[in-house]
Nanobody, 120 residues
Framework: QVQLMDSGGGSVQAGGSLRLSCEAS??????MGWFRQDPGKEREGVAA???????YYADFVRGRFTISRDDAKNRLYLEMNDLKPEDSAMYYC????????????????WGLGTRVTVSS
Protein backbone atom coordinates (compact mmCIF):
# COMPACT_ATOMS: atom_id res chain seq x y z
CA GLN A 1 0.00 0.00 0.00
CA VAL A 2 1.40 3.35 -1.06
CA GLN A 3 1.57 5.90 1.70
CA LEU A 4 3.04 9.38 1.72
CA MET A 5 2.89 11.29 4.97
CA ASP A 6 3.91 14.92 4.67
CA SER A 7 4.57 17.12 7.67
CA GLY A 8 6.53 20.12 8.88
CA GLY A 9 4.30 22.97 7.83
CA GLY A 10 3.59 25.89 10.10
CA SER A 11 3.39 29.64 10.41
CA VAL A 12 6.44 31.83 10.04
CA GLN A 13 7.24 35.44 9.32
CA ALA A 14 8.65 36.56 6.02
CA GLY A 15 12.32 35.75 5.78
CA GLY A 16 11.94 32.71 8.00
CA SER A 17 12.58 29.04 7.29
CA LEU A 18 10.74 25.74 7.46
CA ARG A 19 11.64 22.17 6.62
CA LEU A 20 8.97 19.92 5.21
CA SER A 21 9.29 16.18 5.53
CA CYS A 22 7.61 13.30 3.71
CA GLU A 23 7.75 9.72 4.87
CA ALA A 24 7.24 7.31 1.99
CA SER A 25 6.27 3.65 2.20
CA UNK A 26 5.15 1.11 -0.36
CA UNK A 27 6.38 3.30 -3.19
CA UNK A 28 8.69 2.08 -5.94
CA UNK A 29 9.37 5.57 -7.09
CA UNK A 30 11.63 7.05 -9.75
CA UNK A 31 10.80 10.64 -8.95
CA MET A 32 9.58 12.41 -5.84
CA GLY A 33 8.54 15.98 -5.57
CA TRP A 34 6.81 18.78 -3.73
CA PHE A 35 3.83 20.71 -5.02
CA ARG A 36 1.75 23.48 -3.57
CA GLN A 37 -1.76 24.75 -4.01
CA ASP A 38 -4.07 27.32 -2.52
CA PRO A 39 -7.85 27.29 -2.90
CA GLY A 40 -8.85 28.82 -6.21
CA LYS A 41 -5.36 28.55 -7.62
CA GLU A 42 -3.69 26.00 -9.82
CA ARG A 43 -1.34 23.45 -8.34
CA GLU A 44 2.31 24.42 -8.79
CA GLY A 45 5.29 22.16 -8.99
CA VAL A 46 7.92 23.34 -6.50
CA ALA A 47 10.79 20.86 -6.66
CA ALA A 48 11.53 17.29 -7.65
CA UNK A 49 14.33 14.78 -7.26
CA UNK A 50 14.98 11.71 -9.39
CA UNK A 51 16.20 8.35 -8.21
CA UNK A 52 19.76 9.06 -9.45
CA UNK A 53 19.66 12.36 -7.59
CA UNK A 54 18.98 14.99 -10.23
CA UNK A 55 17.01 17.92 -8.86
CA TYR A 56 14.51 20.21 -10.51
CA TYR A 57 13.14 23.50 -9.22
CA ALA A 58 10.50 25.99 -10.17
CA ASP A 59 12.00 29.37 -10.99
CA PHE A 60 10.13 31.05 -8.15
CA VAL A 61 11.92 28.95 -5.49
CA ARG A 62 15.31 28.45 -7.07
CA GLY A 63 18.02 29.53 -4.67
CA ARG A 64 15.66 29.56 -1.68
CA PHE A 65 14.36 25.98 -1.47
CA THR A 66 16.35 22.75 -1.46
CA ILE A 67 14.94 19.28 -2.04
CA SER A 68 16.74 16.28 -0.60
CA ARG A 69 16.11 12.77 0.58
CA ASP A 70 17.32 10.23 3.08
CA ASP A 71 16.97 6.79 1.51
CA ALA A 72 17.77 5.00 4.75
CA LYS A 73 14.79 6.66 6.38
CA ASN A 74 12.57 6.68 3.28
CA ARG A 75 12.14 10.40 3.71
CA LEU A 76 11.94 13.33 1.36
CA TYR A 77 12.65 16.86 2.56
CA LEU A 78 12.09 20.40 1.38
CA GLU A 79 14.23 23.01 3.09
CA MET A 80 12.58 26.38 2.59
CA ASN A 81 14.52 29.56 3.34
CA ASP A 82 13.78 33.24 2.89
CA LEU A 83 10.08 32.49 2.85
CA LYS A 84 7.73 35.05 1.35
CA PRO A 85 4.01 35.60 1.91
CA GLU A 86 3.36 34.33 -1.61
CA ASP A 87 4.85 30.98 -0.56
CA SER A 88 1.82 30.42 1.65
CA ALA A 89 -0.05 27.33 0.46
CA MET A 90 -0.80 23.71 1.17
CA TYR A 91 2.30 21.72 0.25
CA TYR A 92 2.02 18.17 -1.01
CA CYS A 93 4.57 15.40 -1.31
CA UNK A 94 4.23 13.24 -4.41
CA UNK A 95 5.84 10.20 -6.02
CA UNK A 96 6.03 8.99 -9.59
CA UNK A 97 7.35 5.98 -11.46
CA UNK A 98 8.33 7.56 -14.78
CA UNK A 99 10.08 10.70 -15.93
CA UNK A 100 11.03 13.38 -13.45
CA UNK A 101 10.32 17.08 -13.41
CA UNK A 102 8.07 19.52 -11.57
CA UNK A 103 5.20 18.68 -13.92
CA UNK A 104 2.44 16.99 -11.95
CA UNK A 105 1.58 14.69 -14.86
CA UNK A 106 4.53 12.47 -13.90
CA UNK A 107 3.23 11.85 -10.37
CA UNK A 108 0.73 9.20 -9.34
CA UNK A 109 0.78 9.14 -5.55
CA TRP A 110 0.12 12.08 -3.25
CA GLY A 111 0.32 12.95 0.41
CA LEU A 112 -2.49 14.72 2.24
CA GLY A 113 -0.59 17.98 2.47
CA THR A 114 0.89 20.25 5.11
CA ARG A 115 0.01 23.91 5.46
CA VAL A 116 2.60 26.68 5.21
CA THR A 117 1.62 30.21 6.18
CA VAL A 118 4.03 33.11 5.81
CA SER A 119 3.09 36.46 7.29
CA SER A 120 4.54 39.78 6.23
Amino acid sequence: QVQLMDSGGGSVQAGGSLRLSCEASGVAWRCMGWFRQDPGKEREGVAAISRPGSTYYADFVRGRFTISRDDAKNRLYLEMNDLKPEDSAMYYCAAGRGSCSTDSKYFTDWGLGTRVTVSS
